[in-house]
């Protein structure tokens, strides 16, 4: 049996908790929760593919979310079975603002386009994770044991892009990015919005 996850420097590197609110409204939204996490793992297998293709003579970089990327699309066909089995559609969904937003954030130079871009991908794989374990206590066996067995692939990648960013950029360049960035996210998983989606903030009232 695995050991379980510590998802203890997850919920301290991210600047708050997964407010009750959004998860209420995940459990009232079970179908989008599905579909719009199916759209999440291929996002996120395209994200690490696109820079792949940008970085190409950073070794360790391609190494690392090569792998990342199979195991998103893993994910990916994961969900759409559990989508098919429940019997819910895959109809296209308007994406939530948040990777959006934190991307308005990226620097358009070089190497702070790359440290960027890397921790951004860290926050959303954190986000990820401590949205999944927030969620399990309340679903049904089926999904939640699903949900558990992500925590570990979305923890190590948070870590890897972590990683990444701190091997490939400036000294004190993550040190000096990260407050700025995580205080964007921070703002805008609880702030209110008019549609459900996985990394939407809190019901607009």
Known sequence: MKAA????PIRAFLYCPT???????????????????????KKAASTAINLTYR?????????????????????????????????IDYPQLSASRYAG???KLVRNEEPGRLVDTLLVGAI????????????????DSELAVFYASLLRSEARHYRDY????????????????????????SELVQSPDREFRFHSGIPFQ
């Open 5 to 8: 996850v510590d998802l203890a």
């Open 19 to 41: 407010p009750d609110a959004w998860v209420r409204w995940a459990l009232e939204n079970p179908a989008i929760l599905l579909i719009d996490h199916a759209n999440c793992e």
């Open 55 to 87: 970085y190409v003579a950073h070794h360790r970089l391609l190494q690392r979310l090569s792998r990342l990327a199979r195991e998103e699309l893993r994910h990916f066909e994961q969900v759409i079975a559990l989508m098919q089995a429940r019997g």
């Open 101 to 103: 937003e934190l991307h």
């Open 124 to 139: 959303i794989e954190a986000r990820s994770c401590e949205r999944f374990a927030a969620l399990v206590p309340h679903l």
């Open 162 to 185: 972590l990683k990444l960013a701190e091997d490939l950029g400036p000294p004190g360049e993550v040190a000096a990015r990260l407050p700025v960035l995580l205080q964007r996210e």
